[in-house]
């Protein structure tokens, strides 16, 4: 690559840096499907992970788009082992947790792979209305029964007399 085929820089030594750039990131690019991890991955290729993200964040060199696509054949490889592991159980004498993968399923490709139901705050919302609409019931029903006292039910017989520990202690 020469200075002119970057646009914006004429300088010998930035086409230099520029492909040198291009190279790590293209090791890194290279290496991430499979580990999945930003800092494994720049570990395992020689790279600082900081450098990773400072290519990702800033987009230096289209980094941003092509770290996408590698994200997705990442993604691409956890389903290839999800079908493994269910055309053969016993796929690689089961190496590795099948709950990690379907964790790792779910934040990868979540509309595919998350659970679709109603958010937990809806839940708690609807739960509490439908308490609260119990306790309000409850309250009527209460409130249109005779006093407590009335209704004494001993092995289900209405009894008027006095409990025993109902009983004047004086008496």
């Known amino acids: 690559m020469t200075g002119r085929e970057n646009p914006g820089s004429n300088h010998p030594a930035r086409a230099t840096y520029d492909e040198k750039t291009l190279a790590d990131q293209q090791r890194f690019l290279d290496a991430f499907p499979g580990i999945g ?3 494994e991955t720049a ?4 790279i600082a ?3 990773v993200y400072w290519w990702r964040n800033h987009n230096i060199l289209g980094f941003h788009a092509r770290y996408l696509q590698a994200r997705e054949e990442d993604a691409d490889t956890i389903e290839s082992e999800m079908r493994k592991r269910v055309k053969n159980p016993s796929f690689n004498g089961r190496i590795g947790s099948d709950i990690l993968l379907i964790a790792q399923a779910n934040a990868k490709r979540p509309d595919e792979y998350r659970p679709q139901g109603v958010p937990v705050v809806q839940v708690s919302e609807h739960v509490l209305r439908a308490l609260g609409a119990l306790a309000l019931e ?4 209460r409130a249109q029964l005779p006093p407590p006292e009335a209704n004494k039910v001993v092995e289900g017989q209405v009894v008027d007399e006095p409990m025993p520990w109902e009983a ?3 008496g």
Not at 43 to 46: H, I, R, T
């Open 37 to 39: 991890n930003i800092s």
């Open 43 to 46: 570990k395992s290729v020689g």
């Open 49 to 51: 992970p900081s450098q």
């Open 138 to 141: 409850d309250a009527q029903a």
């Open 168 to 170: 004047d202690e004086g």
